[in-house]
């Protein structure tokens, strides 16, 4: 089983950055799609951001497109979500989730991965 848990959340100011991390527990991190997810307060969680096994393969909702980054990290087990330029619709609490997939530039944008992580709190104030 993999476990997930988020950091870096916090409370920013508009056109601030933050920096989101997710560190898995598996030994075959480098097997696994990884996404993120937010959820605001009232609404469905969404897609954000998915990255597959390799690094080399990236996919982004529309309305975070130049400004979100997803990277990852595979000898530390880590996948990040570099956030620039925030907005108040931003705010959220964002999830991390992973994929087992033998292709390793398999990106899923939908909500069939497979482990959840509990979630990390942001919010961007006006």
């Known amino acids: 089983q993999v476990q997930l848990v988020e950091s870096g959340g916090g409370l920013v100011q508009t056109g601030d950055s933050l920096r989101l991390s997710c560190a898995a527990s598996?030994?075959?991190?480098?097997?696994?799609?990884m996404g993120w997810f937010r959820q605001a307060l009232g609404k469905e969680r969404e897609f954000v951001a998915g990255?597959?096994?390799?690094?080399?393969?990236?996919k982004y909702t529309d309305s975070v497109k130049g400004r979100f980054t997803i990277s990852r990290d595979n000898a530390k087990n880590t996948v990040y979500l570099q956030m620039n330029s925030l907005k108040p619709e931003d705010t959220a609490v964002y999830y991390c989730?992973?994929?087992?997939?033998?292709?390793?530039?398999?990106?899923?944008?939908?909500?069939?991965?497979?482990?959840w992580g509990q979630g990390t709190q942001v919010a961007v104030s006006s």
């Open positions: 598996g030994r075959t991190f480098s097997s696994y799609a």
């Open positions: 990255i597959g096994g390799s690094g080399g393969s990236t």
């Open positions: 989730a992973a994929r087992w997939s033998y292709y390793r530039d398999y990106v899923s944008s939908s909500l069939d991965y497979t482990y």
